[in-house]
């Protein structure tokens, strides 16, 4: 089976020809079809130049990438009738109601919404009782189910959807993931970026990545598997001293702020008395270590070190 998605050598420039920025650092990947893929990465690592290749909406300065097997360049309008794109910044007509955009956007691409409602019901449903209430005037997740509904409504094979899950609240971004599971489930091929590590476990396979480039790409266990350092939470009532006590401590190979803990890579294994030893000549009393695994976080880290 030929995949949904194929990049290839994907390069990309911004600026002017004496002060050029490389936004993207030669990306390839593929994604097969009916999978759930994740590009996880901080602002600026070039998620969004990313799609806005792949959706045909910007130009790559080196490289090739297919959608559905059309050239992103050559065969722009057959994409454009195959993917739906929901870009990071919320880009529906404010001043138009609820209805209406959705009107709007399943007239442009010839349909109707009655066509193609059984594709978008369990969300509508959601946002039908504030259907005659202005775009602008919805909530944070208002808003990202009605655009989500916008990019649905001609049906696409391939849906991209940029940080969709950014500046909504916990129960938002949990509903929100739970519908893209029943999208999946049709058969629908889903592209998702994210900033948030904790979304990669959601995804049939990610890539990690940083500064446009892809860091590694597998599925969030086979990406954790490869973590192969000892791994410690450490904490005390004395934080700050205590970091640097752990910076200084030539065992270390790194560590870092992680919640309530500071996360400590050991440079070789079975060293967690040594780690012990060291922090007690200079910590409190209350002093906690404990091995933790790893996830995507602690690997994005290791992976940014190397």
Not at 66 to 78: L, P
Request: aromatic content about 10%; glycine content about 6%; hydrophobic content about 40%.
């Amino acid at each position: 089976m030929k995949p949904a998605v194929t990049a290839k050598n994907i390069v990309k420039f911004y600026g002017t020809k004496n002060n050029k920025i490389q936004a993207l650092r030669g990306i390839s990947f593929e994604v097969g079809k009916g999978e759930l893929f994740g590009i996880i990465g901080p602002d600026g690592a070039g998620k969004t130049s990313l799609f806005r290749i792949l959706t045909t909406l910007l130009l790559a300065d080196e490289g090739e990438a297919t959608i559905d097997s059309f050239d992103v360049v050559k065969d722009y309008k057959e994409i454009r009738k195959r993917v739906g794109y929901m870009p990071g910044r919320f880009s529906l007509y404010q001043d138009l109601t609820v209805a209406e955009n959705l009107e709007f956007f399943a007239t442009i691409f010839n349909t109707s919404i009655e066509k193609n409602y059984d594709l978008i019901k369990d969300i509508y449903v959601q946002i039908e009782p504030f259907k005659k209430r202005r775009a602008g005037k919805l909530s944070g997740g208002m808003k990202q189910k009605l655009a989500l509904c916008c990019a649905l409504i001609h049906s696409p094979l391939i849906l991209f959807l940029d940080e969709p899950t950014t500046g909504v609240d916990a129960v938002s971004r949990k509903e929100f993931w739970e519908m893209l599971k029943k999208l999946k489930q049709q058969g629908i091929t889903i592209l998702v970026s994210t900033p948030y590590m904790d979304e990669a476990g959601k995804c049939d396979r990610v890539a990690l990545m940083q500064s446009g480039k892809i860091m590694s790409i597998d599925t969030p266990d086979g990406i954790i598997e490869k973590f192969e350092k000892d791994l410690f939470a450490v904490r005390s009532s004395k934080m700050l001293s205590l970091l640097n006590d752990l910076k200084n401590f030539e065992e270390v190979e790194d560590t870092y702020f992680f919640g309530a803990y500071h996360h400590v890579v050991m440079k070789h294994k079975n060293k967690e008395d040594m780690l012990k030893n060291y922090l007690l000549k200079y910590a409190a009393d209350d002093l906690e270590i404990k091995a933790v695994r790893p996830n995507i976080e602690d690997c994005f880290m290791a992976l940014m070190k190397n």
